[in-house]
């Protein structure tokens, strides 16, 4: 295990940038033949399993208190069965770039929550940041934009719309929760297993009989590509980087999933690279460098520690 929590931050946040700018792709390949809401399930249930058997292995499982458990599953419910069940469903409808342009607005509200609730100081910095970002998301996708009124994507619209408003709540609730004591890898095994049987078991009221023999090899594999990459990685990545950095400035990092996906589209399926992509992504990284810049701190000067309290 690495143990300089600098190196720890630094992979977590690059975590966070590349996988998940795969998983819009890997959702839109899933939910080609497999019900969205067995994707989010089976992606959960597999994640869960895995850390469930490292903690197994390595005996760091432990038995929650019932306020420790009701906080993980308020966390899963927000984040993973609502944010991330609602932009799977939401990719049945719409392209899977909408839903990644539509996913950028959740730095916008998790900015205006955290003002609102007094956890976060308007900075120069946040606002340039954010408008750089946005400013690279419209130059991106400047000529898709009139698909947000077309008819036929206003449920997945709305779906993702939700779905970002929820991941902005539920990572303001993380952060907050970051303090608590426990086992990260217990927290987040616990919220993929709620979550993941949460959704079996709603697929099952919704549809019942599940025609598993006309799920593709693409779209099975697609499944097991998000439960490692997408719920492992990427999420575990994310809750550490909360527990270390502001909200806002780690839901921020998210603009780089967008050239992620576009540059995966140029490199796998021969889409075009223009010059004015190129400048959007210029925007987005320059926007995450000033957001995230900090003051740099004095060295404090190291005192004598005080004297321990006599007991009598």
């Known amino acids: 295990m690495l143990k300089n929590p600098n190196l720890k931050l630094i992979i977590a946040v690059i975590s966070i940038a590349f996988f998940w700018g795969t998983t819009f792709l890997g959702i839109r390949i899933g939910v080609e033949t497999i019900p969205p809401i067995l994707v989010t399930g089976l992606r959960n249930i597999l ?158 009221v919704i549809q019942p009989d599940i025609h598993s023999e006309s799920w593709s090899l693409r779209s099975i594999l697609a499944v097991i590509y998000l439960a490692i990459f997408g719920s492992l990685v990427g999420y575990v990545a994310y809750t550490y980087a909360l527990s270390k950095l502001p909200s806002t400035k780690v839901s921020i990092i998210t603009y780089i999933n967008v050239v992620v996906a576009l540059s995966l589209g140029w490199l796998i399926l021969d889409e075009k690279l223009s010059v004015k992509i190129i400048m959007a992504a210029v925007l987005i990284i320059g926007g995450v460098v000033i957001a995230n810049l900090r003051k740099r701190m004095p060295v404090a000067i190291p005192t004598q520690p005080p004297l321990p309290p006599i007991i009598e």
């Not at 432990?62 to 993973?80: A, C, G, Q, V």
């Not at 409808?93 to 990644?100: D, E, N, Q």
């Not at 308007?122 to 400047?142: A, E, H, P, T």
């Open 47 to 204: 994640a869960g399993s895995i850390l469930l058997g490292f903690l197994l292995i390595s005996r760091k499982f432990e038995w929650m208190t019932w306020p420790r458990l009701r906080r993980n599953l308020i966390i899963s419910f927000m984040m993973i069965v609502l944010a991330n069940g609602l932009t799977t469903y939401a990719e049945v409808y719409i392209s899977s770039g909408l839903a990644s342009l539509i996913s950028t607005l959740s730095p916008l509200c998790v900015l205006l929550l955290n003002l609102a609730f007094g956890h976060e100081k308007l900075s120069w910095k946040i606002i340039l940041g954010v408008f750089l970002g946005i400013c690279g998301m419209y130059l991106i996708y400047q000529n898709n934009i009139a698909d947000l009124f077309n008819p036929e994507y206003r449920l997945g619209i709305m779906a993702i719309l939700f779905a970002v408003l929820m991941w902005a709540s539920g990572t303001i609730f993380t952060k907050k929760s970051a303090m608590q004591p426990g086992n990260m890898f217990m927290n987040l095994c616990v919220q993929m297993l709620f979550a993941g049987v949460f959704m079996l078991l709603l697929q099952l």
